[in-house]
């Protein structure tokens, strides 16, 4: 396969997010000049500080949890490839809404467990919520295609293979969910989000 058919026009959008989870581990973990506790999603601090729904998906536990979700981005890139993506910015913009999204469900859904005096007391970080979501939206364009998001032409097409992949790795990643440690919450809403994504 010639080197030029592996690089695709749409490849700087992986490669910047990808460089934005790496400069962050590199400043909060390598060095600590930063200290990343500023930038976990918190839900009792997220109506004062809510800069925090789009810095906690940057920073990441330690370096497996990284390499686990860089490893996604990568996978999920493959699949965009696979099913014809046609948008220079499809990617960017599925992770922008997606971040406030999955985060807007958790809040409210906390909200409502704070009405019944349920406070629950844990930080949330990572990528792998993103992850999810992308996964949720090109099962189903697997299934059915997608010719448009948002008004703009994307111009996936189903494709059985993808299908089949993506089903067995999204079974894989429930199980994986249910470790401790591991956010079965954010993976779920991920998900459903991406579901929902592909709807409208």
Same mark, same amino acid.
């Given at each position: 396969?010639?080197?030029?058919?592996?690089?695709?026009?749409?490849?700087?959008?992986?490669?910047?997010?990808?460089?934005?989870?790496?400069?962050?581990?590199?400043?909060?973990?390598?060095?600590?000049?930063?200290?990343?506790?500023?930038?976990?999603?918190?839900?009792?601090?997220?109506?004062?500080?809510?800069?925090?729904?789009?810095?906690?998906?940057?920073?990441?536990?330690?370096?497996?949890?990284?390499?686990?979700?860089?490893?996604?981005?990568?996978?999920?890139?493959?699949?965009?490839?696979?099913?014809?993506?046609?948008?220079?910015?499809?990617?960017?913009?599925?992770?922008?809404?997606?971040?406030?999204?999955?985060?807007?469900?958790?809040?409210?859904?906390?909200?409502?467990?704070?009405?019944?005096?349920?406070?629950?007391?844990?930080?949330?970080?990572?990528?792998?919520?993103?992850?999810?979501?992308?996964?949720?939206?090109? !099962?189903?364009? *697997? %299934?059915?295609?997608?010719?448009?998001? @948002? =008004?703009?032409? +994307? &111009? #996936?097409?189903?494709?059985?293979?993808?299908?089949?992949?993506?089903?067995?790795?999204?079974?894989?990643? !429930?199980?994986? *969910? %249910?470790?401790?440690?591991?956010?079965? @919450? =954010?993976?779920? +809403? &991920? #998900?459903?989000?991406?579901?929902?994504?592909?709807?409208?």
């Amino acid at each position: 396969m010639p080197f030029n058919n592996l690089i695709s026009k749409y490849d700087w959008q992986y490669l910047i997010t990808g460089f934005f989870l790496i400069s962050v581990f590199i400043f909060t973990d390598l060095i600590e000049v930063i200290d990343k506790e500023y930038f976990y999603f918190i839900p009792r601090l997220i109506s004062d500080q809510p800069y925090r729904i789009f810095t906690s998906i940057l920073t990441h536990a330690d370096l497996n949890h990284l390499l686990s979700n860089l490893g996604g981005i990568i996978i999920t890139r493959y699949f965009l490839m696979k099913l014809g993506i046609n948008s220079r910015f499809f990617y960017l913009k599925f992770v922008l809404i997606c971040s406030f999204l999955n985060f807007f469900i958790i809040w409210f859904y906390e909200r409502i467990l704070s009405y019944f005096n349920i406070f629950p007391n844990y930080a949330a970080l990572g990528f792998s919520g993103i992850i999810y979501a992308l996964f949720g939206f090109l !099962l189903l364009t *697997s %299934f059915y295609g997608k010719k448009n998001f @948002l =008004g703009k032409e +994307i &111009g #996936f097409k189903s494709n059985y293979e993808v299908q089949r992949m993506l089903k067995t790795i999204c079974l894989i990643g !429930l199980i994986f *969910s %249910f470790l401790p440690g591991v956010s079965l @919450l =954010g993976h779920l +809403i &991920g #998900f459903i989000v991406g579901c929902f994504l592909f709807l409208i």
